[in-house]
Structures are given as structure tokens and as C-alpha cells.
């Protein structure tokens, strides 16, 4: 197997040497350059997999320098380091099509891991693609991971995951990226159908199978036929409708009310459900064997307060999808008072607080103080204070990567996206043990 080739593009050529050396000592054959123009020339020449560029160089910008890259191999995977960075610069890096950023200083493992990371996921199936999955949190890239490596296959998939955590975007990606791209995506959510119509929905009827029945309905089943059905809030489903499930899942036939033979339906079943299933199973409100066969496999979505680098990608998502982009500006402090929030409602609730948030703004740059005044009641209930300072913020933020990564400090920075160093300095500042 040839070694992978990494293009470093660093003015400082102590810092780039160190880089070149690290990256040797891991097996990658590594070249370097020092400009803009260099480093084009060594990307045509050499064809390299990873780049990694810093920002702010003699003769460009890294940021324009990417679209560049990206024109000469669209696969190409870019990580961009800066010293100068902001979050509005490294979200547009992201946009553009880098796959990470990384703030200086770093240490020699941010720098390993984020090159390593990238090579598992390769450039367009990371933070934000075709597919609407918008984030840079490695919980994020494993799911686009396990997307892509399930979409050519027929198993039934089960994703499970809080309300608004972006089931139904993650079931659409399965469908966009497999091999049915072109047939139908067909969405049901079984919790907004009555049990006693959510039957002749799925299934269909045939003409006369009841009054008021006066033609033939296909059902969702043969709307969808080659393509994908979406059983949205599977865990609502009625148990007396589940054994009719069941047994089109195993058979692949759909048996209409009122008609005595079945249909057959070459549809791949992608299921959704917040609630625990197996806990419903436990409680004989959900069949064991129709659990086992939708989950063949199964795609956990975490709630977004575990996954909180991914909020200034969708904040400014909300932002562009809100034609605000050109009008709204998102102070640093602004953004550090939304990550601290704990969004119950995750991506869903976010996205709705964004849109109100830019209708009252208007225009202008977002402070901490409009974030906090127009906080949502059910989250400005798990503040101190809605005149809380962002020291109070950060540490709450320390405070919950810390937990979430069992005390270990490394695994807390990357949640943070900062170096070890800088949390070890602000646990201290904050006095956390």
C-alpha cells in the first residue's frame, strides 16, 4: 500500500519542519511549502491526500487558497490551522470544504488525530455535505461514516435518538447517498395517524373494503415500492398492528384491507423511535421479533448538548437558510452563550431560537446580552441568571466536557476544541478540580 502524501503549506518554517517531522515519524511521506504559489505548484506535481494550511500566508489567504485545492481534486481532505482565527473564519472554512480547523497553539496530537480522523472519513462525507448532516463533532462523522457504508445495502435500519436530534435527516442522507436515490422517499410518522387509520395508510385498501372506500389506495408500502419507507415514531405503533408489520417485513408482500392477495413491495425499511425500545419490549408494548428485524442496524444520534462543537455550524446554517447571512453578524461571546445552553429540544430547538433571535435583531452584530434576553424560558431555566457572566458560562461548559469524557482532560479538550494546555489553564482560572 502506498503511504499516504501530506502537503504541509506553512510560512514559519520552524513550525513547519516540526510538522514535517511528526508526520514522517506516523508513516505519511510529508512535503512542504512555504507560499501559496509553492504550495500549488507541490499540489500538481505530487497530487497530495491531506493539505494542511495555515491561514495567513505571504502571497494569500488559506481560506481562498482551499477553493483552489478543492478544484484541482474535489477529494482532496484539507485541515486549516490559524492563529487568527474566528468562529465566523473556521465556519467558512468548513463551508467551503475544509474537513477540520485547527486554532495555534496545538499540540502534536491535535494535529495526528484531526489527520487521522479525516482519513477515515474522507473529504465530502464530513461536516457538512450534500446531505444536510451539519457538524464537525466526531459523533457527527461516524454517523456520515456509517451512512455511506450502509447505503447500498437493503438491511432495514433502526436510528433512535431524542426529539429533534435530526432523525428523519439522517434516514433521508441513507436514502440519498444508497443506490434507490432515485426512487421514492416515503415518510410516515406512525404518533400523528390514529391506530385505526394508520393501517389502511401503511397498507392500502382495495375498492368496497369498507364504507367510503369507493376506489383502490396503494398505501405508503407500494407508494414506496423500490425505494425507502421512513417509519417515523415506530415505538407508537399499536401492538395490533405490529404482527401486519411484521410479517410484510419478513415476507415482503403487502396484503391490502379487503384484498385476499398480497403486493409485492421491494421497499427498504428505515425506522425511527425516541423512545427505548427494548424497554418496550420489557414491557410487552412492542414486539421482540419486529424489534430484532428493524434493527438490523442501528444509528444512535446523540442529543446536542453532547456533541456542542457542532452548534456554530448550524447556527450559521439557520443564519444562511434565514437570509440573514448578508445582515447578522455573531459576536464570539454570543456564540459561547449559545453553546452553553443545554437545547432539550436539540437541533430543532435551536434552529427555531436562531430564527427568533435574527426577526428581533434584524441586522447588526448578536451580543451576549441579546442571546440572554431572548433566551427560551425552558432554557433560561438552567441558567443561574439570566445576567449570568460568560466566565459562569465557560465553567458550566468545562464543567459538563469533563463529565462527559469521565474526567479525562484530553478527551474534554477535544469536546471543547481547544488544546489540553488551554483547559488545564482555565480549570485552574475557574478553580475546577
Not at 282 to 296: A, H, K, P, T
Amino acid at each position: 500500500m502506498q503511504p499516504v502524501k501530506v502537503l504541509v503549506i506553512e510560512d514559519n518554517e520552524a513550525q513547519r519542519k516540526v510538522m514535517e517531522f511528526n508526520l514522517s515519524r506516523e508513516g505519511y511521506r510529508v512535503s512542504g511549502a512555504g507560499t501559496v504559489n509553492n504550495g500549488m505548484q507541490l499540489m500538481r506535481e505530487q497530487g497530495p491526500d491531506v493539505v494542511i494550511t495555515d491561514v495567513m500566508l505571504p502571497d494569500g489567504n488559506g481560506i481562498e487558497l482551499l477553493g483552489r485545492l478543492l478544484s484541482i481534486n474535489p477529494e482532496l481532505i484539507v485541515i486549516v490551522i490559524t492563529a487568527y482565527g474566528t468562529i465566523r473564519m473556521a465556519v467558512d472554512a468548513i463551508k467551503k470544504g475544509a474537513h477540520n480547523y485547527i486554532t495555534k497553539p496545538y499540540e502534536k496530537d491535535d494535529l495526528l488525530i484531526s489527520v487521522k480522523q479525516a482519513l477515515k472519513t474522507r473529504k465530502g462525507h464530513g461536516d457538512r455535505n450534500r446531505y444536510d448532516i451539519i457538524g464537525r463533532s466526531h459523533a457527527l462523522k461516524d454517523i456520515v461514516n456509517m451512512v455511506h457504508r450502509i447505503a447500498d445495502s437493503d438491511v432495514p435500519v433502526l436510528i433512535t435518538g431524542e426529539s429533534g436530534t435530526g432523525k428523519e435527516v439522517v434516514a433521508r442522507a441513507i436514502h440519498h447517498a444508497g443506490n434507490r436515490r432515485d426512487k421514492p422517499f416515503v415518510a410516515v410518522n406512525c404518533a400523528a395517524i390514529p391506530s385505526n387509520l394508520l393501517e389502511a395508510e401503511l397498507f392500502g385498501y382495495a375498492r368496497g373494503a369498507f364504507t367510503g372506500a369507493v376506489k383502490d389506495k396503494p398505501g405508503r408500502f407500494l407508494l414506496a415500492d423500490r425505494g425507502v419507507l421512513f417509519l417515523d415514531e415506530i415505538g407508537s405503533m399499536d401492538a395490533l398492528l405490529q404482527p401486519k408489520l411484521l410479517r410484510v417485513v419478513e415476507t415482503g408482500y403487502v396484503e391490502r384491507l379487503g384484498d385476499i392477495k398480497g403486493t409485492k413491495a421491494d421497499v427498504r425499511i428505515v425506522s425511527a423511535t425516541n423512545a427505548n425500545l427494548q424497554e418496550l419490549v420489557r414491557q410487552g408494548l412492542f414486539r421482540e421479533d419486529l424489534y430484532y428485524r428493524l434493527n438490523v442496524f442501528g444509528i444512535h444520534i446523540p442529543p446536542l448538548r453532547e456533541r456542542i462543537e457542532d452548534i456554530p455550524l448550524l447556527v450559521d446554517h439557520f443564519i444562511g437558510m434565514y437570509e440573514y447571512r448578508d445582515k447578522i453578524t455573531m459576536s464570539g461571546d454570543a456564540m459561547k452563550a449559545i453553546m452553553a445552553c443545554p437545547w432539550r429540544g436539540n437541533v430543532r430547538e435551536l434552529a427555531n431560537f436562531v430564527r427568533r433571535l435574527l426577526v428581533i435583531k434584524v441586522s447588526g452584530t448578536v451580543t451576549e446580552k441579546d442571546v440572554m434576553e431572548n433566551m427560551p424560558p425552558a432554557v433560561s431555566a438552567n441558567h443561574e441568571s439570566i445576567d449570568e457572566s460568560m466566565d459562569d458560562a465557560e465553567k458550566r461548559m468545562i464543567i459538563s466536557a469533563l463529565e462527559r469524557s469521565g474526567r479525562n482532560k484530553s478527551k474534554a479538550a477535544k469536546i471543547l476544541n481547544i488544546p489540553r494546555h488551554k483547559l488545564i489553564y482555565r480549570m485552574k482560572k475557574f478553580g475546577i478540580e
